[in-house]
């Protein structure tokens, strides 16, 4: 229902709208050169970026052994210290332990000679318990020899009278 010219003037306008549109998409496109250097340059920065992280993983790893070696340090002084405190401990202990070993002996040589004079003391008194009663045996039997002896001769007198 277009007159000609209306028809051409449509058509006109639409090739026009189709042009600017193509022109458009085209401008927005990439062709394939342009893409590999595009692709090329990300390449190049992911192994920048690499290299980066490579580096830094190093420094990381030199940090870290840096502070194990710091902490092994730290460690082995603190076992040295640990191991000097103990041989203290172990030296004060023995000490210790001597000294009231010498104070028991002591204690134990104390006691062996009181009870050796205490045994000598026991040893005398019996000694002189053993002396005392001999001797009061010695006079007893003196004293009943002398007794026997004068009844008999009580007795005797009396029978040299009676005979």
């Known amino acids: 229902g277009f007159t000609t010219q209306q028809s051409e003037v ?4 639409l090739v026009k709208i189709m042009n600017t549109n193509l022109d458009m998409i085209y401008k927005d496109m990439v062709t394939k050169v342009q893409q590999e250097i595009a692709l090329q340059q990300v390449m ?3 192994a920048g970026v690499k290299k980066d992280m490579i ?3 190093k420094s ?13 340090l730290e460690l082995q002084q603190i076992k040295k210290q640990v191991t000097d405190e103990i041989t203290k401990v172990r030296a004060d202990n023995k000490l210790n332990l001597n000294l009231e070993k010498s104070r028991v002996k ?3 040589a104390q006691q062996d000679r009181a009870l050796t004079q205490t045994d000598r003391k026991i040893d005398t008194e019996v000694a002189d318990l053993k002396t ?4 009061h045996k010695l ?8 007794s026997v002896f004068t009844c008999l001769t009580v007795a005797l ?7």
């Open 55 to 57: 580096i830094l993983e």
């Open 139 to 146: 006079d007893n039997i003196k004293y009943l020899a002398g």
């Open 60 to 72: 990381e790893f030199s940090a870290l052994r840096s502070e194990n070696e710091k902490i092994k």
């Open 157 to 163: 007198g009396f029978y040299r009278l009676w005979i």
């Open 10 to 13: 449509i058509v006109s306008a």
């Open 132 to 135: 005392m009663l001999e001797s």
């Open 44 to 46: 190049s920065h992911i």
């Open 106 to 108: 002591e204690l134990h």
